[in-house]
Every structure is written in C-alpha cells, then in structure tokens.
C-alpha cells in the first residue's frame, strides 16, 4: 500500500481548504511562476502501527467496484497449486467464465441486464457487443448472477481476452502508519507565501478527519521562516512539519491480484444445472 494515497489526499483537501487557492498541491514542486502559488508535501519516517497483526479488519464493501482483467486465449485456465486445472473456456470455445460474479452495473444494482456502460469485452481489435438476447457474430450475452458469457461465435485459440465488468462485494484491509508530513508552501512572493501557509496550517490543524479519508490525528512539529526558494526563480517558500497518524486502505478482491482463489462454476450435466464455486486450497 503506497503512501502516495495520503499525499493525494491531503493535496486534494488543501485545493479547496487553503487561501489563495494553491495552482497545485500535492507531491510535485512548482517549476515555473505558472505553477505558484503552491503546496508540496512529502512523508518521511513513517512506521506502520500495529493492531494485532498490523492490519485492522474491516467489513466486506458493498457497491460497485469496477475489476479489470485479462486471459490468455491460448491457455485459458485456472491454476491453484496442488489441484487441478479449472478451464474458463468451454462449449466450442463460446462459453467463458469470468473469474469473479456475481456481476452488478455500473450502479451497483445487482438485478436489470447488463450494457455497454457496465461491461466491456474485448480481444486484440475486436469489441463484442453487449446483448440480451442469443448472440451471434461478434456478440456476447452475460448472465450477471454466474458471471458467465456466451460468444455469438467462437473466441479465437490465441491473443487476449480483455475484460472490465463490475462486481458489488469486495474486501478492504487497512494499514495504520504515523510518519512526519513534510509541507512546502510556495508563493510568487513573501506576502503570498506567509498568507497560504497560515491559511495551510490552519486547515490542517482544524484535523480535518472527516473531510480527509483515512487521517486520524495531525499535529504540529515545526515551522520555518519564509525563504527564497531554489525554484522557481524569485519564489519564496516555507516549510513546516507535522506528525501525522493515518489509515491507508487497500482494495482486495477475493479472486483477483494473483492466484484466483474462487470460481463460481455453473454446470449443465443431462439436463440437470448445478451451481458450485471452486476454492483454491
């Protein structure tokens, strides 16, 4: 989990908390007078406090996560170690599994049929339209509730299958760290430079926890004097320090990022349906 998240974070709060309103904040330095006034932070010291293990747990997240994935025609399989292969391609080559379902839109709505704005397929320059009804062609049919997709005609024994699609429950772990906030304020001159790190400091020691997701505590370490800067040219910039304590969270998906460790399998055997799922050991 980077670090970048909480700069992004606080840059993005100091855009519309701070006065005037900085060109830029964030983790780049201003180059030229264009970029002025500006708010460049940086994290240094940080260490991860540990809450049992060092990862606080969280509930599953429910809504609408958008998944991005890819297969390889050639070898369209799942491997889990010490078990045996699960294919992902079947029936002629017209039958694919995505790798997570159920599927929702884009909304997060888990009932309705899915379109274009909630499923993108492709392979090499081909798009497969989103239908409803019996594909033909270069189309494909989705069932949201097995995450299953059916070809209009046969995927081809090689290249990529590229996938986008949304899926309406993931898990979240969370990593607690407290470090030194580093803040450079720059301003085209002393006077601007003063009155944006005050406005800076003010905002950030108001602790703005709500507004600022994952930020549990701030507190002040040190100020500078206002200075010249050694760029842009005729800049002048302040630093100031703060001690920081906050929640960085990552997004997992049970069968994403690695390994797939679970397959939603729906089978058709004389007749019969059966829905199972497939867990890597």
């Given at each position: 989990?980077?670090?970048?998240?909480?700069?992004?974070?606080?840059?993005?709060?100091?855009?519309?908390?701070?006065?005037?309103?900085?060109?830029?904040?964030?983790?780049?330095?201003?180059?030229?007078?264009?970029?002025?006034?500006?708010?460049?932070?940086?994290?240094?010291?940080?260490?991860?406090?540990?809450?049992?293990?060092?990862?606080?747990?969280?509930?599953?997240?429910?809504?609408?996560?958008?998944?991005?994935?890819?297969?390889?025609?050639?070898?369209?399989?799942?491997?889990?170690?010490?078990?045996?292969?699960?294919?992902?391609?079947?029936n002629g080559r017209r039958t694919f599994q995505v790798p997570h379902a159920p599927l929702v839109t884009a909304d997060g709505s888990p009932v309705?049929?899915?379109?274009?704005?909630?499923?993108?397929?492709?392979?090499?320059?081909?798009?497969?339209?989103?239908?409803?009804?019996?594909?033909?062609?270069?189309?494909?049919?989705?069932?949201?509730?097995?995450?299953?997709?059916?070809?209009?005609?046969?995927?081809?024994?090689?290249?990529?299958?590229?996938?986008?699609?949304?899926?309406?429950?993931?898990?979240?772990?969370?990593?607690?760290?407290?470090?030194?906030?580093?803040?450079?304020?720059?301003?085209?001159?002393?006077?601007?430079?003063?009155?944006?790190?005050?406005?800076?400091?003010?905002?950030?020691?108001?602790?703005?926890?709500?507004?600022?997701?994952?930020?549990?505590?701030?507190?002040?370490?040190?100020?500078?004097?206002?200075?010249?800067?050694?760029?842009?040219?005729?800049?002048?910039?302040?630093?100031?320090?703060?001690?920081?304590?906050?929640?960085?969270?990552?997004?997992v998906v049970p069968t994403g990022g690695g390994v797939i460790a679970r397959v939603r399998v729906l089978s058709h055997v004389d007749g019969a349906?059966?829905?199972?799922?497939?867990?890597?050991?």
């Amino acid at each position: 989990m980077s670090l970048g998240a909480v700069v992004d974070a606080l840059g993005a709060f100091l855009m519309d908390a701070a006065t005037p309103r900085p060109a830029i904040a964030g983790g780049t330095a201003p180059a030229d007078a264009g970029d002025l006034p500006a708010v460049t932070l940086s994290i240094s010291g940080a260490t991860r406090v540990l809450v049992g293990v060092g990862r606080i747990p969280r509930p599953p997240r429910t809504g609408a996560l958008q998944v991005s994935t890819s297969v390889n025609l050639a070898d369209p399989v799942l491997r889990f170690p010490g078990e045996p292969d699960v294919p992902l391609l079947s029936n002629g080559r017209r039958t694919f599994q995505v790798p997570h379902a159920p599927l929702v839109t884009a909304d997060g709505s888990p009932v309705g049929p899915l379109g274009d704005d909630d499923l993108a397929v492709s392979a090499g320059v081909t798009t497969f339209a989103i239908v409803g009804d019996p594909p033909t062609g270069n189309e494909v049919r989705p069932d949201a509730a097995t995450g299953i997709l059916t070809f209009g005609d046969p995927l081809p024994a090689s290249g990529t299958l590229q996938l986008a699609y949304f899926i309406g429950q993931w898990n979240v772990r969370s990593m607690r760290y407290q470090g030194l906030l580093g803040v450079d304020v720059f301003g085209a001159d002393a006077e601007e430079a003063e009155a944006l790190s005050r406005s800076v400091d003010s905002a950030l020691l108001a602790e703005p926890v709500g507004t600022v997701p994952g930020l549990r505590g701030i507190a002040p370490d040190a100020w500078g004097g206002v200075v010249g800067a050694a760029a842009p040219e005729d800049a002048r910039v302040r630093s100031i320090r703060y001690r920081i304590d906050y929640e960085v969270e990552d997004v997992v998906v049970p069968t994403g990022g690695g390994v797939i460790a679970r397959v939603r399998v729906l089978s058709h055997v004389d007749g019969a349906s059966e829905v199972f799922e497939v867990v890597a050991g």
